[in-house]
């Protein structure tokens, strides 16, 4: 292939942007001083390059057959048109995830789609170069449909409820290098939410799980579907904000419909079917009865300190980079820490996750999702720790269970 004279430009900028933040990188690592506002730019410049030769069409995302995007080196249509290379990746995609499309034209829709997601994958990887990006089982939505089917948290809460329910502030200077409440028996097996916008129970659920883990000595599996079904409390600051099934909630009010209702059932009780239906709750099948909930301080060595303290903790965050996330320690260089709109589970922290943006080994959360074990990390996902990443510190709770 002959290359045009802006693309040799592009590929020599590109080729020494690596060089001078390599060299930067080692020279750092070695005690010398480093300028990090030329690090910084030679990232920017780097990704801008990036995006540029996509818009020129000047790459082409190769996926090996493990999903990830493992090179960018030929011409990627924006067009989306139905290449050979891209109908293979997607009939592969299909097999591999049980799609079934009822139509041709619902097909040829899919997989534009599947295109586009292929570009959004690449370009994550540029702007979060610290973990793998690439095809996931959700590669075949639009962005308005991962969101509305696998988010689900009313992002209008964040930060404290009132003075009465925030934790008290603990010591954080004898805190653990490293923390794993899977490791100490805490955490239940990872579930899967569906095409249900269930995320707030899952977290709910998960949450309460661990606390109860911590009172009683016994890990129970605990029912989302009894929340979908019965709880349709409301924030008291907006009466508006209210649990609605599977079309979003917050698990603030859930811990107040819990207080309220009694407790909750045990999942082999109350099976989770992804539908909302009728209540069936039987109070006197309740396995856990939460007493108290507590919000924790936004700075994040006192949601550690509060890990390890009162048992894994519900949080919320946003769910920008985690449609094509694979593996890694996630460090978007942009992600909004406004827009929450995705319930999580914090089980742990590790102090040693590379992040080359941020100069050498940096500390990561470890969180619980609610999409299986298909996505992700085995159904985790690693989030760069200590920088608000994604808003993850504005929406963050503890339960207190009746022993």
Partial sequence: MVWSDTQSLIFAFRVASFAVISILIISSMAGYNTNLLVLAGCMFLLVISTQISFSLG????????????????????????????????????????????????????RLRIFEKNLLKAAENQALDPTAVHGITPFSDLTEYEFESRYTGLLGVRQGLVNEKQTAEILPVDDLPANFDWREKGAVTEVKTQGNCGSCWAFSTTGVVEGANFLATGKLLNLSEQQLIDCDHKCDPLNTKACDNGCHGGLMTNAYNYLMEAGGIEEAKNYPYTGVQGDCKFNPDLAAVKAINFTTVNLDEKQIAANLVKHGPLAVGLNAAFMQTYIGGVSCPLICSKRFINHGVLLVGYGHKGFALLRLGYRPYWIIKNSWGKRWGEHGYYKLCRGHGECGMNKMVSAVIPAR
Wanted: aromatic fraction near 12%; proline fraction near 0%; hydrophobic fraction near 35%.
């Fill in 58 to 109: 000047l790459d082409n995302g190769r996926v090996s057959e493990g999903g990830f995007i493992a090179q960018v080196t030929e011409k990627f249509n924006r067009e989306h048109l139905l290449n050979l290379r891209s109908k293979t990746l997607f009939d592969k995609f299909i097999v591999e995830h049980g799609k079934v499309y009822s139509t041709i034209e619902e097909y040829v829709r």
